[in-house]
C-alpha cells in the first residue's frame, strides 16, 4: 500500500465550528507532514512530525492544532478559522524525517471557512 | 537568502510536442537538494526526481529528462512528445542540507497539453 488517505475530501465550516481532518497511512513511514496550499500558490509547510513528536510548527496560529495518535494517522484539529484559511491542507509522509527524504502526498482535504 | 524561481506561469503546447520548464535556484551552500514535483488536478503532489548538488549528471527517464547545471544554478525538466496525461501544475523545490527542515518550492508551472 503506498497511498496516503485523506478524509474528508472538501470540508465547509463556519468561523465558530471546531472541526478536524483526517491522514492515514500504511507504508511504515516515521515522518508525517501537514502542508497548506491557496489557490495558484506553492504549498506551505505547517507541521512535522517524527516518530510520532510534533518536530517542527512553522509558526502556525495556535487555531490550528495537529496530533499524531500513533505512527499511522495524523489529525489536524481546526477551531475558530477565518476565511482566510481556506485553502487545500495537504498531507504528506516520507520514510524518515528530512525535507529531503522522497514525500508521498494525500489528494488533500480542500477547506472553506465561511 | 534561498530563492527557486520557475519564471513560466503557464505553458501551452499541443501534444507530441517537446517542453521543457525552467527551474533556477539561489543558495550560497554547497550541499543542497532539488527535487522536481507534480500536482494534477486530483491534487495530490507526486514525487518526480530528487538531486544533490554533488550530481549534476543528466537523468532520463522514458519521455523525461532534467538537465542540472550548477553554473547556471538551474534544474530544468524537459518532457519529450508530451501527452495529455502530462497537464499538471509542476513545482521545482530546495532543500539546504544544513537546514533539511525547511524547503523552499518555486511559483510553479502550469503545463496544458492540447489533443
Known amino acids: 500500500d503506498t497511498e496516503v488517505t485523506q478524509t474528508p475530501k472538501h470540508l465547509v465550516m463556519g468561523m465558530t465550528n471546531k472541526k478536524s481532518l483526517k491522514c492515514e497511512q500504511h507504508m511504515g513511514h516515521r515522518a508525517m507532514y501537514w502542508y497548506k496550499q491557496k489557490a495558484k500558490k506553492p504549498p506551505e ?47 504528506a509522509s516520507s520514510q524518515e524525517f528530512g525535507l529531503n527524504n522522497e514525500q508521498f502526498f494525500g489528494p488533500g482535504t480542500r477547506l472553506t471557512v465561511l | 537568502a534561498q530563492k527557486v524561481t520557475q519564471a513560466q506561469t503557464e505553458i501551452s503546447v499541443v501534444e507530441k510536442e517537446d517542453v521543457t520548464l525552467d527551474c533556477v535556484y539561489e543558495t550560497r551552500d554547497t550541499t543542497y537538494y532539488l527535487f ?29 529528462s532534467w538537465n542540472f547545471q550548477k553554473s547556471t544554478s538551474s534544474f530544468n525538466f524537459t518532457h519529450t512528445a508530451s501527452q495529455v496525461v502530462d497537464s499538471a501544475v509542476y513545482f521545482c523545490a530546495l532543500i539546504l542540507y544544513s537546514s533539511a527542515s525547511k524547503i523552499i518550492f518555486g511559483s510553479g508551472t502550469r503545463l496544458s497539453i492540447r489533443p
Request: charge should be negative; proline fraction near 8%; hydrophobic fraction near 35%.
Open chain 1, 45 to 91: 509547510l505547517m507541521f512535522v512530525y517524527s516518530y510520532e513528536k510534533l518536530s517542527i510548527n512553522e509558526s502556525v496560529p495556535s487555531r490550528f492544532s495537529p496530533e499524531c495518535p500513533n505512527s499511522s494517522l495524523l489529525n489536524l484539529h481546526l477551531h475558530a478559522l477565518q476565511p482566510e484559511d481556506s485553502a487545500l491542507y495537504l498531507c
Open chain 2, 36 to 64: 522536481w514535483y507534480k500536482q494534477p488536478p486530483s491534487g495530490e503532489l507526486v514525487f518526480l526526481i530528487r538531486r544533490n548538488s554533488f550530481d549534476e549528471q543528466n537523468e532520463i527517464s522514458g519521455r523525461y
